[in-house]
């Protein structure tokens, strides 16, 4: 893996250009904002001694549990956005690798990725959120599971009382799921109503556990 990308990249970090045997050298990958300190277990957001969130207690999601890798701050956003929207797919072999290490425990019935519409599939080429999840488990993913419904603003433009309102009824479950955990891998948490919505898709189609598993947290300002 460290060789494969270190030809990638012809041997130098992707953020600072310096030498490197990956994607980024040692000191830009210390810089990256991993998220540490006692955190709620459900929104991934600071919680003290790692207790539910008074958010979360007021209005609880619909997932049950959220695993975050790194913070929405640099350099982390920009290896995000260059995967998003520059086409950088190495790089999500190497964000699902700073995830996979959070995974305490990452047994589940089924790994899915928030779907993208089918004109936002067409307009970018790929899902990003399908290309981290290839590398967590890709033995136990079911793309075709969950299904987006209507193409949708994109969250990020819309204002936070709003996301919710957006996204409401824009997926689908394709089967029963009977009891089984499912994991949903994505790129970016920011309010957290994307995948609300997709949890209790799922929840209504039988699942008994839903799970976040998200390389970056947006964090209050």
Known sequence: MRNFLARW????????RGAAEGVLCAACDADLP???????PRCALDSPRGALCGRCLADPPQYDATIAALAYEFPADALVHALKFRGE???AEYLAGILGRCLADPSVDSVIAVPLSADRLRGRGYNQAVEIARSLLPKKMELDLCVRERDTPAQMDLPYEERRRNVRGAFRCTRALLGSSVAVV????????TLNEIASVLKKAGAARVVNWVVVRTLPT
């Open 9 to 16: 990249f012809g041997g130098s970090c992707f953020l600072c």
């Open 34 to 40: 991993r998220l540490a300190g006692p955190r709620c």
């Open 89 to 91: 797919l190495v790089l």
């Open 186 to 193: 994505d790129d970016v948490m920011t309010t957290g109503e």
